[in-house]
């Protein structure tokens, strides 16, 4: 089934996911769901392949193909601060190219949460090229090989708190929300050129208009469409203009984590202050489908921040404050519930061998053996650094950046 979707997909997306790479924020499935299995168990300092030190600051998630490990980061230089890309090489963390890729003025650095990040945005990796993108400060493009800078934009907006949004590409286009104080839109550059295909405005009734998920790409009643969720609303849309094509209205803003798709459904979180989780049908869907398509809601133990992981039948999900439920993807059930310490920003991953890794924000990472049976906590690690990126799981390793590092973990 896992193959049979990412062939169905290839043609939209741009290129062809395959076990031993990880493209693009949530995996190669976007489901949160690694192809690889990997480690249980280690320490800062046992089963550690390599740590290195990354240059300046960010959340951004690692991504992985032909041979490199791919970072964006904000660093400073006197009062300048700059937005950079750079490749390391898996087998030992060697840097192989380090790029400048855009020089925000004070204003635009200065319009962030304490919370968040000048790099949040994780980079994606497509036809040989590095899609960089840092909400309201801009978006580049980049020589995978070289790190050559090949085109840049920038999309002027009002943000609130930064961004977060990651970059989906779409048949020839890189879409990307752009959700801020005012005039809440959705955005479609050409890949090519980062020329602007088409930017359309939620037209949403919203106090907070404010939101940073990233969209995903998913074939609907034969065609591709881009679903987005934003304050109070969640679509469909048509890549060839933006056209939006379905929606459903709910309460919430700030939505951050991605919607999933699965078994031609889509589940969406609607974020602050109260998030429920929506199971949305997407066959059929035309015009305003809130009354109609909606299989059910769920309205407890919902994240803010970390998106879901939807696998075999099952949604796992670690909320802001360390709560751990197992839903039954079919009908919503509550199948059992965990709660592990700290506070969660990072969005969980789950290993093929039934492993979930959930890094808190205070630094340790939780591995718990799950099922929809149980589950069960094996592993907690003290990282001693702070953990907001999400971890990428790929031939038995895990890469994980932490607030310093970037780390690569192969176990005991």
Known sequence: MKLIQQ??????????????????????????????????????????AWKVAVPGSGWSTPVFADGQLVLTSATKEGSNTHLEVMAFRPEDGKLLWRTVALKPTEAEVAAIHPKNSLASPTALLADGRVYAHFGHMGTAALDAKTGKVLWTRKISYKPKHGGACTPIRVND??????????????????????????????????????????????????????????????????PADGRLIWRVDFNGFSVTPKPVVSKGRVFVSTGFMTPNLLKIRLEGAKGDVTQTHVEWEVEKQIPKIPSLVVDEGAIYSVDDTGRVICL??????????????????????????????APSEDGVFFVMKVSPEGGELVEQIEMGDRLFASPVVIDGAIYQRSEGFLWKITGK
């Not at 286009?173 to 890949?191: I, M, N, Q, R, Y």
């Not at 310490?341 to 061998?353: D, E, M």
């Open 7 to 48: 062939v169905g997909l290839a043609l939209g997306l741009g290129f062809v996911a395959s076990a031993g790479e990880w493209r693009e924020f949530h995996g190669p499935l976007g489901n949160g769901v690694a192809e690889s299995d990997g480690p249980s168990s280690w320490t800062a300092k046992e089963g550690v």
């Open 173 to 238: 286009l890189l879409v990307f929300s752009a959700d801020g104080e005012e005039k809440p839109t959705l955005v479609a550059l050409k890949a090519d050129s980062g020329e602007i295909a088409w930017r359309v405005e939620r037209n949403v009734e919203v106090t907070n208009k404010f939101s940073f998920a990233t969209p995903v790409a998913a074939e609907v009643d034969g065609s591709m469409q881009i679903i987005s969720s934003a304050s109070n609303m969640v679509g469909g849309y048509d």
């Open 328 to 357: 039954d993807e079919g009908t919503g059930e509550l199948k059992w519930r965990s709660k592990l310490p700290g506070n969660f920003s990072a969005s969980p991953v789950l290993t093929k061998s039934g492993l979930l890794y």
